[in-house]
Nanobody, 118 residues
């Protein structure tokens, strides 16, 4: 049974920081592509960042480059999204997804974690 649990969201002022966590179970964590998506009210779900846990390759959407950093902790089966210099446009529910040899897990209809920037 694959499970992805997002945490770390909250409310911050513009310019502040948050670190999101996504803890995975039921997948070969060290051979997966983990991704963060976000969805603001009324908007479509959009890709924020990805990391390949095998080769550590990363991808960032242009709107977060230089502000967000994705990282992994294989010992904890956890992917982090360090978000700095947040602005109100970053306000959204953030979701974690995983692609592994077992298939795809997670989407923008899950629980996610709310980030609110004022």
């Amino acid at each position: 049974h694959v499970q992805l649990v997002e945490s770390g969201g909250g409310s911050v002022q513009a310019g502040g920081s948050l670190r999101l966590s996504c803890t995975a179970s039921g997948i070969p964590f060290d051979d997966s592509d983990l991704a963060w998506y976000r969805q603001a009210p009324g908007d479509e779900c959009e890709l924020v960042s990805t990391i390949n846990t095998l080769n550590n390759n990363t991808y960032y959407a242009d709107f977060v480059k230089g502000r967000f950093t994705i990282s992994q902790d294989n010992a904890k089966n956890t992917v982090y999204l360090q978000m700095n210099n947040l602005n109100p446009e970053d306000t959204a529910v953030y979701f974690c997804t995983a692609n592994s040899p077992l298939g795809h897990a997670g989407n923008c209809w899950g629980q996610g974690t709310q980030v609110t920037v004022s």
